[in-house]
């Protein structure tokens, strides 16, 4: 199982950015995938949640202003995050629980300036 996060980068407060999960070595399609963000002393926490049938849910300091997704035909899930704002500066990643274990892409991070 292989899961590569990307979409990162420095962005000004207010702006917008997409991250994508590339996936391999699952049946995607049939998968709860997640992400997750940590910021510098903080623990990892969970942003954006999309099951197999598409329904999303959302961390409550997040909602309204991120929107997962997936594409399953290629294989990847996004995460569109709108009027960025510095407290989202992280680095994310996206994740996948299967066969009683938890696998995490490598992380992207997102850095955003006031």
């Known amino acids: 199982v292989q899961l590569q996060a990307s979409g990162g980068g420095l962005v000004q407060a207010g702006g917008s950015l997409r991250l994508s999960c590339a996936a391999s070595g699952i049946n995607f399609s049939i998968n709860t995938v997640r992400w997750y963000r940590q910021a510098p002393g903080n623990e990892r926490e969970l942003v954006a949640t999309?099951?197999?049938?598409?329904?999303?849910d959302y961390a409550d300091s997040v909602k309204g202003r991120f929107t997962m997704s997936r594409d399953n035909a290629r294989r990847r899930a996004y995460l569109q995050i709108d009027s960025l704002k510095p407290e989202d500066t992280a680095v994310y990643y996206c994740n996948v629980w299967l066969r009683n274990r938890n696998y995490w892409g490598q992380g992207t991070l997102v850095t955003v300036s006031s």
């Open positions: 999309i099951t197999s049938s598409g329904t999303t």
